[in-house]
């Protein structure tokens, strides 16, 4: 018996079993077993961005400003209420506000994290994954698709410092058609669930809403209109095709989870063509590749032993790691780097691919980050966020 007609998430039973409390797009609602009775029940959480403020002065033995080759040496950057306000010849006891020495490092803007599940293996890591990212330089993270409810708890602690991590842009469960590929995924068997699900996007605050595998097309390009019309952010999938056709921004990986038959972008020996390129440039579509692939790491076998692992690092996945990596150091890694030639240089002057590089899930947020700056890549005319 169908006993509400709204969004209903987390719903649990009443002592006596005569009330279901839920959750719906963010409120929390009681009511009768029959239906009657709905009501809201009172709940103030609040929360404010934590905002530095004053001036900071940071001495730089080195920067890199991460638009070219040029390495600027021995200068200060000054930053007022958490923006930069300058870049300037170091001055020796420059006044004002806080002094910091880095006169024997390099500064490199934030790393960003362009595809992560922060909250589903993640959780396995409690407060040490945030620390994690953090200490390899990662400082901002982007969610393609988490249970939400944790995702905008995390986005709102780290955007409170109340919890200490990189910026969390955080959005909730593909929006998948009536089977589902991932349990956690949210499927949609008609027009009124698809609608309750772009509610929940756009009261939730999504920074991103992303569609899965076998949500028909029909419903892609709607949601792809909608989000755009109604919440300004970005949309994405695993196919290029339909959604370039259908007004999505971007997809996630060159090749990954499908239903369709047809929408692979590489060949079966790993080769993307000319003409899927072309399709991403004249669409302005973006790709967030990811090589699944780890071999790279034996060109760097000692980041097992660095100290940022073995301190932040589960210990159990620390032996995990060393196992995985012996058997990369065994192995003839002629295959495997072949597949990442084939797949990494594609990008040509104008495209808006992006090239991200994650292992499976099994290896740390450091591995992500080594990988994606050690593959070669090519700039696009324009920057790409992704």
Same mark, same amino acid.
């Given at each position: 018996?169908?006993?509400?007609?709204?969004?209903?998430?987390?719903?649990?039973?009443?002592?006596?079993?005569?009330?279901?409390?839920?959750?719906?797009?963010?409120?929390?609602?009681?009511?009768?077993?029959?239906?009657?009775?709905?009501?809201?029940?009172?709940?103030?959480?609040?929360?404010?961005?934590?905002?530095?403020?004053?001036?900071?002065?940071? +001495?730089?033995?080195?920067?890199?400003?991460?638009?070219?080759?040029?390495?600027?040496?021995?200068?200060?950057? @000054? @930053?007022?209420?958490?923006?930069?306000?300058?870049?300037?010849? +170091?001055?020796?006891?420059?006044?004002?506000? #806080?002094?910091?020495?880095?006169?024997?490092?390099?500064? %490199?803007?934030?790393?960003?994290?362009?595809?992560?599940?922060?909250? %589903?293996?993640?959780? &396995?890591?409690?407060?040490?994954?945030?620390?994690?990212?953090? !200490?390899?330089?990662?400082?901002?993270?982007? !969610?393609?698709?988490?249970?939400?409810? #944790?995702?905008?708890?995390?986005?709102?602690?780290?955007?409170?410092?109340?919890?200490?991590?990189? #910026?969390?842009?955080?959005?909730?469960?593909?929006?998948?058609?009536?089977?589902?590929?991932?349990?956690?995924?949210?499927?949609?068997?008609?027009?009124?669930?698809?609608? &309750?699900?772009?509610?929940?996007?756009?009261?939730?605050?999504?920074?991103?809403?992303?569609?899965?595998?076998?949500?028909?097309?029909?419903?892609?390009?709607?949601? $792809?209109?909608?989000? +755009?019309?109604?919440?300004?952010?970005?949309?994405?999938?695993?196919?290029?095709?339909?959604? $370039?056709?259908?007004?999505?921004?971007?997809? !996630?990986?060159? !090749?990954?989870?499908?239903?369709?038959?047809?929408?692979?972008?590489?060949?079966?020996?790993?080769?993307?063509?000319?003409?899927? %390129?072309?399709?991403?440039?004249?669409?302005?579509? +973006?790709?967030?590749?990811?090589?699944?692939?780890?071999?790279?790491?034996?060109?760097?076998?000692? &980041?097992?032993?660095?100290?940022?692992?073995?301190?932040?690092?589960?210990?159990?996945? @620390?032996?995990?790691?060393?196992?995985?990596?012996?058997? %990369?150091?065994?192995?003839?890694?002629?295959?495997?780097?072949?597949?990442?030639?084939?797949?990494?240089?594609?990008?040509?002057?104008?495209?808006?691919?992006?090239?991200?590089?994650?292992?499976?899930?099994?290896?740390?947020?450091?591995?992500?980050?080594?990988?994606?700056?050690?593959?070669?890549?090519?700039?696009?005319?324009?920057?790409?966020?992704?």
């Amino acid at each position: 018996m169908q006993i509400n007609h709204e969004v209903t998430d987390a719903p649990t039973w009443s002592g006596d079993s005569r009330h279901l409390l839920y959750l719906t797009n963010g409120r929390l609602r009681l009511i009768s077993r029959d239906g009657s009775r709905l009501r809201r029940v009172p709940l103030h959480l609040n929360w404010r961005p934590d905002k530095p403020l004053g001036r900071t002065v940071i +001495h730089a033995g080195k920067l890199w400003q991460g638009v070219g080759p040029r390495v600027l040496r021995d200068v200060d950057i @000054v @930053v007022v209420n958490n923006r930069i306000e300058s870049i300037q010849p +170091h001055q020796p006891g420059r006044s004002g506000g #806080r002094q910091i020495d880095a006169s024997n490092l390099t500064v %490199i803007p934030g790393l960003w994290e362009s595809h992560t599940h922060q909250l %589903i293996s993640g959780k &396995f890591f409690g407060d040490r994954l945030n620390r994690v990212w953090l !200490s390899y330089g990662v400082t901002s993270l982007h !969610s393609v698709g988490d249970l939400v409810y #944790r995702g905008i708890e995390g986005r709102e602690a780290l955007a409170s410092n109340d919890r200490i991590g990189p #910026r969390l842009f955080a959005t909730g469960e593909a929006i998948d058609g009536e089977r589902l590929f991932y349990n956690f995924m949210r499927p949609t068997t008609n027009e009124q669930a698809l609608e &309750f699900q772009l509610s929940r996007a756009r009261e939730l605050e999504y920074d991103m809403v992303k569609t899965y595998v076998r949500l028909p097309h029909e419903q892609q390009a709607m949601i $792809a209109q909608r989000v +755009h019309d109604e919440m300004g952010v970005w949309t994405s999938s695993h196919y290029m095709m339909p959604g $370039a056709a259908n007004g999505m921004d971007g997809m !996630s990986h060159v !090749s990954a989870t499908t239903r369709l038959g047809f929408p692979y972008t590489r060949s079966g020996g790993g080769v993307s063509y000319q003409d899927m %390129i072309d399709i991403f440039v004249m669409s302005g579509m +973006h790709d967030t590749s990811t090589t699944f692939n780890e071999v790279l790491l034996r060109e760097d076998p000692g &980041f097992v032993d660095d100290v940022r692992l073995q301190t932040l690092y589960p210990p159990w996945e @620390v032996e995990a790691l060393r196992a995985k990596l012996r058997g %990369i150091l065994d192995n003839d890694p002629t295959v495997a780097l072949d597949s990442i030639s084939i797949c990494a240089p594609r990008c040509t002057s104008g495209s808006p691919l992006t090239r991200r590089c994650r292992p499976p899930r099994a290896y740390p947020p450091k591995c992500s980050a080594w990988k994606t700056i050690s593959v070669p890549w090519r700039p696009a005319s324009s920057p790409t966020w992704s």
